[in-house]
């Protein structure tokens, strides 16, 4: 597997995807991103060398072939989630659907420390590489206004660390998570996220749900609070949950 990094790159998802025209195994980061992306089209933007912006791109051939696309989402989420309770020795971490990380500040007060997005590439039906694309807020301390309400990082929690020290361990972590069997790491998951039974709310949209049931194709069965109606709803939406 080639490491490469990046004083200053777009974006270590798309760099990772280039890479991966040549490579099979690649791991991509910077210490400053001017188009990093988010989920739904959402930017993701940070200090130059405080943070990580991390990609780990994988080619996927007939004799290497791909696992389920929920496979890769799920490593990403478990791998971040297990890197920050490693390194700083606490529990304050939780997963949020579908693929972001949390830190609980105070009682009842959770803020965002980690997003993930995975990117699949196809050429007809069939795909031939995954790139799952990390932002861990490391050492920030300001956040843009539009953030700094929601945002925190492991420096804010008190905690400082050496940015390549923790891309290391997440590397290993991470492909401990891929190499994992299916049907296990789907379970691992749905302990972690503990959200079935929870009434949520989708961000623009007026009624409440609840959560019956985490679909093994990593959607969401809601069931409208009101009336009878049910409706599966994926990674498209922005939801709103208690993490507690
Ligand atoms: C989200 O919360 O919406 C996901 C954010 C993912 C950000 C990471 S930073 C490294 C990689 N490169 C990108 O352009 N995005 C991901």
């Excluded at 933007?45 to 929920?70: R, T, V």
């Excluded at 945002?151 to 190499?179: M, R």
Aim: charge should be negative.
């Amino acid at each position: 597997m080639k490491q490469y990094h990046f004083p200053q790159i777009e974006s270590t998802n798309d760099f990772a995807k280039e890479l991966l025209k040549t490579e099979d195994e690649v791991v991509v980061t910077a210490d400053f991103q001017t188009k990093g992306r988010g989920r739904s089209q959402r930017n993701w933007e940070g200090d130059y060398g405080a943070n990580i912006y991390f990609s780990y791109g994988l080619s996927h051939s007939d004799e290497n072939p791909a696992k389920s696309y929920l496979h890769y989402q799920i490593s990403g989420c478990l791998a971040t989630l297990e890197l920050l309770k490693t390194v700083t020795k606490k529990d304050m971490f939780i997963l949020k659907y579908p693929n972001d990380v949390y830190a609980s500040v105070q009682e009842r007060v959770n803020r965002k420390i980690s997003g993930i997005l995975i990117e699949h590439t196809f050429l007809g039906d069939k795909c031939t590489n995954t790139v799952i694309g990390i932002g861990i807020n490391v050492n920030q301390t300001i956040f843009t206004n539009q953030i700094m309400e929601i945002a925190t990082s492991l420096k804010l929690l008190g905690f400082e660390f050496e940015i390549q020290d923790l891309v290391d361990k997440l590397i290993e972590i991470l492909k401990n998570y891929i190499s994992m069997d299916d049907d296990e790491l789907f379970e691992l998951w749905k302990k972690e996220l503990n959200i079935e039974g929870k009434d949520i709310i989708i961000l623009s949209e007026a009624n409440k749900w609840k959560v019956q049931s985490l679909e093994r194709d990593g959607r969401l069965l809601l069931q409208d609070m009101e009336s009878d109606n049910t409706r599966k709803i994926d990674d498209g939406q922005s939801i709103r949950y208690n993490l507690n």
